[in-house]
């Protein structure tokens, strides 16, 4: 079973920066995959950002690009998403997810375990 916790977030005019954090428990931190995705209000869950086990690939939404980063830190057993020049469509609750399969995937139903996610809002 495993556990993600994630922290980083709150209210920032456009323009600003977020950095948010996904701490993991209870698992092999590196054997799996590591995807963030967002949720707005009514609106489906939507992939954002994904990082490979070892951390030497990753991949965006268009929407993203350019605009985030996604890093993790094995030996921390955390996964970091970096938000800079922010929009208000990027507001959304974010949640960090584990893939424990060996496939690349961004879909949400492919992610095996998920975090309770954090409030991003962005001001115009």
């Known amino acids: 079973q495993v556990q993600l916790v994630e922290s980083g977030g709150g209210l920032v005019q456009a323009g600003g920066s977020l950095r948010l954090s996904c701490a993991a428990s209870?698992?092999?931190?590196?054997?799996?995959?590591m995807g963030w995705f967002r949720q707005a209000p009514g609106k489906e869950r939507e992939f954002v950002a994904r990082?490979?086990?070892?951390?030497?690939?990753?991949h965006y939404a268009d929407s993203v690009k350019g605009r985030f980063t996604i890093s993790r830190d094995n030996a921390k057993n955390t996964v970091y998403l970096q938000m800079n020049s922010l929009k208000p469509e990027d507001t959304a609750v974010y949640y960090c997810?584990?893939?424990?399969?060996?496939?690349?995937?961004?879909?949400?139903?492919?992610?095996?375990?998920w975090g309770q996610g954090t409030q991003v809002t962005v001001s115009s």
């Open positions: 990082i490979s086990r070892s951390g030497g690939a990753t």
């Open positions: 209870g698992g092999t931190f590196s054997s799996y995959a």
């Open positions: 997810a584990a893939d424990l399969g060996s496939m690349f995937t961004t879909q949400v139903r492919r992610y095996n375990y």
